[in-house]
């Protein structure tokens, strides 16, 4: 939810800074803007309602000249997206420009007593808000920027990363974060800012990721950079390698990153599960579990807290850990977790799951039931992220960095990473059988394959599509493990093609939506053939005898439904609790093929964002 970055360096920074907000530009696209401090240490300022792209045009006759600049690519939060509304912004006199990601809870204080003292205001944002404050303790206190935006923060209440830059002052660059991601890469007599480490990997592997409450004051051409936190301590910032290719954060050949997402879900899934999965013992190994096994013994229950698509893979784990494990789970969404006083006791285990480990109300939930006492173990995708900080144990997917705003390769590495959590607790635990674990663990391992195999059929899927792009409502049914999958199929048709969708407990249908049903409505039916099977048959006739349209996704050599259904996909036979991470496949490539059709931006959806670091 908004992307910002940096550079100080000797290169020219306007091109490193264009190029990292398009590596950023899924964190937010309503507007985009770029500052930069010329030879002659004169600040410009150049921001547009749009895309980068549109920045790009703007700027094309402009003076970008520069070896040190800040640039934003908004989603926007306070105030309409629109040129004004965009990032930077100037301070009053033109003197400081400000890039933020995050939201100042109390700048409506702050702006009224600035109106006061004379200041005025023309955009709605808060970030302006900010600014302004900074230049006014500035002038009151005749204090450096870099002590100006120390006082100003431990005046202000909400979140933010922030970079700010002063005229006349080429060799400083100040920033500082809390509650939103900021890493500092560390190249050669040059830095970098950058939400997360795209906009940087290109440069140098070297970060550091700055802590919440922490102030960074970086020199030109210093060897090492001033990091203070409020309280005004100096700290020894520390540098870490970032595990990421550049190959990863690039198309590499496909028209968008949802659909290179999807088909490298079976890569993602043998990164989540190497050394993991261990198919000659036919045994699992998570050393965040083993270590911390006597937690989960003595846990009365679990919690599972998350939010959008990582939610609807926590509903799996619930499923999951129930059956295996025998233990208590609730599963919460994190924002109403949040906010109504929930029961948490010091013998809870609070597993959190996130691809970005920085949606805000996820780790507003985290430290709610930290504060409480509870063990909090992490899914997290992102390396460093502040949900990987917080946690106090936890396992990586390992997906690689997740680019399309919808959510896919991250939903089904979090679904195996709570397989692999639920087996080895089940055999910690002694829920589950010897032979049943060694089982599942050789069947989680051949997932792969089969999703390789439902990938072959994405034309089959595509030619499928066209034929629903009429369609302005959809309904997503599945039963127990496919339940939470029919919930995740019509999350991703609504954010990208636009068309309304639900998703249901089959056997709902009869307690309300089936009146919905008519000849006009597409149904995706989860339906693989286990315990359940007879009865989703009968909710399918129940669909087809309202003349219902089913698109039905069953097991390899159903040829019951196949009767029945007007479409359906196969997919290949495996344990009925790894279902969810073959049945999604379909669903995601359906959604991807209808939105492509209908002309949608599908790494670009309207009024979307990755990463949603605001409440
Ligand atoms: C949907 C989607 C969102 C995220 C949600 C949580 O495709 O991407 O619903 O799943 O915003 O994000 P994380 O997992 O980063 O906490």
Redesign the pocket.
């Given at each position: 939810m908004c992307g910002i970055v940096g550079y100080i360096g000797n290169k020219d920074a306007y091109p490193i800074l264009i190029k990292g907000l398009h590596r950023l530009e899924y964190r937010g696209y309503d507007s985009a803007g770029i500052a930069l401090l010329d030879n002659n240490a004169e600040l410009h300022v150049y921001k547009t309602r749009g895309k980068v792209i549109n920045l790009e045009q703007f700027c094309k006759d402009k003076n970008i000249n520069g070896t040190i600049g800040i640039a934003h690519t908004r989603w926007a939060t306070h105030g309409e997206p629109s040129d004004i509304n965009a990032h930077p912004h100037y301070s009053q006199s033109e003197n400081l420009a400000l890039i933020h990601n995050g939201i100042i809870e109390n700048y409506l204080a702050l702006k009224q007593m600035l109106e006061l003292k004379g200041f005025k205001f023309i955009s709605q944002t808060d970030t302006e808000v900010l600014v302004q404050f900074i230049e006014y303790i500035m002038n009151e206190e005749q204090c450096s920027l870099y002590e100006a935006v120390h006082q100003a923060l431990s005046q202000v209440v909400g979140a933010y990363a922030i970079g700010v830059l002063e005229k006349g002052n080429p060799n400083t660059l100040v920033a500082a974060r809390k509650g939103s991601p900021l890493i500092i890469g560390v190249g050669k007599d040059e830095y970098f800012l950058g939400s997360d480490a795209s906009p940087i990997v290109e440069y140098t592997k070297d970060v550091i990721y700055l802590n919440d409450e922490e102030i960074v004051e970086i020199k030109r051409g210093a060897k090492e950079i001033v990091v203070k936190n409020l309280a005004n301590i100096e700290l020894k910032p520390k540098i870490q390698k970032i595990q990421m290719d550049l190959s990863e954060i690039e198309k590499g050949g496909f028209p968008h990153f949802m659909l290179k997402e999807i088909f490298e879900q079976p890569k993602s899934l043998i990164m989540c599960m190497n050394g993991r999965v261990q198919t000659e013992l036919q045994d699992i190994m998570l050393s965040g579990i083993r270590e911390n096994i006597e937690k989960f013994r003595k846990a009365r229950r679990i919690l599972i807290t998350?939010?959008?698509?990582?939610?609807?893979a926590a509903l799996i784990g619930k499923y999951l850990i129930e059956y295996y494990c025998k233990l208590p789970v609730e599963v919460e969404v994190?924002s109403e977790f949040r906010y109504r006083n929930p029961v948490i006791f010091e013998d809870d285990v609070m597993i959190a799951?996130?691809?970005?480990?920085?949606?805000a109300d996820?780790l507003a939930a985290i430290e709610l039931a930290k504060g409480k006492g509870a063990f909090i173990y992490g899914i997290?995708?992102?390396v460093g992220s502040s949900?990987a900080r917080v946690t106090h144990s936890g396992t990586y997917t390992h997906a690689g960095p997740?680019i399309g705003?919808?959510?896919?390769k991250?939903?089904t590495t979090?679904v195996a990473v709570l397989t692999m959590i639920t087996l080895l607790l089940g055999k910690e635990l002694g829920t589950i059988e010897i032979s049943l674990y060694k089982q599942l663990v050789k069947a989680l391992f051949e997932i792969t394959n089969k999703i390789e195999k439902i990938i072959l059929k994405a034309d089959e899927i595509k030619n499928m599509s066209k034929i629903f792009t009429y369609a302005h409502n959809f309904m997503y049914l599945g039963r127990g493990y496919n339940y939470p999958v029919a919930l995740?199929g019509a999350?991703?048709l609504k954010?990208i093609s636009y068309i309304h969708a639900e998703g249901y407990p089959a056997a709902e249908m009869k307690h309300g939506p089936i009146a919905l049903i008519d000849e006009e409505m597409p149904i995706v039916v989860i339906a693989p053939k286990f315990k359940m099977y007879d009865k989703i048959v009968s909710n399918i006739e129940e669909l087809k005898a309202r003349k219902g349209r089913i698109i039905a996704i069953v097991s390899e050599g159903d040829t019951t439904i196949s009767n029945i259904a007007d479409y359906v996909i196969e997919i290949p036979n495996t344990e009925e609790c790894l279902t969810p991470l073959l049945t999604v496949i379909p669903l995601q490539l359906l959604s991807y093929y209808i939105a492509t059709a209908k002309g949608r931006n599908v790494d670009q959806p309207r009024n979307?964002a990755?990463?949603?670091t605001v409440e």
């Open positions: 998350a939010c959008g698509t990582s939610w609807h994190a799951i996130s691809q970005s480990g920085e949606t996820t997290c995708n992102v949900l997740e705003v919808a959510s896919t991250a939903f979090q995740e999350l991703k954010e979307l990755k990463s949603v």
